[in-house]
């Protein structure tokens, strides 16, 4: 039996509910409410109808399931602010080696800016090439720094971290993004 007053289990034919205190029972005013009554659960009753699992799904959920946030600003990146920060080091004159390999790292990061865009599954795979090639030239600058035997400009150590910090910074949010997750349908 169940309270009537607080919804609680109690023992069957108790007057007065010993968790709450008051009567177990409601005494009926018409016909009527007691017809309502016995077709309306009480609180209790509902309390023990198996509850779904609410928890796992976020009211957030279904406005991530698109390119926006973050994953905007990246793929913004890879699309515009990278090809054009390449192209103003082409305007500069500066045309050796690292520059191939800058036009060629932007030009893959922009075919993977489209394919996250356009939510392809196979983005996954462009991604870790991208940070592999990103990662590549991390460590191939890092090379260059360490075997100057000038003195290293400042400048250009600061550009080697950020450049680091941008890749794993972007790595780990391709890793744990509730948007990736529910966009692509699992992380990197």
Known sequence: MFCARCGEQIPT????????????????ISSTSVALQRTIPTVGQLNALPQPNLGAI?????????????LMFFCILLTVIIPL???????????GMEFLFNIGWAAFGVLTGFVIWSRQQRVFRLLWIYFGITAVLIALAVVNLVSTKDGVPMHDSILVFR?????????????RSDRVKTTFGRNL
């Open 13 to 28: 034919a108790s007057e007065i509910c010993p968790l709450c205190g008051r009567e177990t029972t409601l005494k009926p």
């Open 58 to 70: 976020s009211p957030l959920k279904p406005k991530l399931k698109e390119v926006g946030g973050w």
């Open 85 to 95: 920060f390449v192209l103003l080091m082409a305007w500069s004159g500066d045309f």
């Open 163 to 175: 450049s680091a910090i941008y890749c794993v910074a972007w790595f780990v949010y391709f890793k």
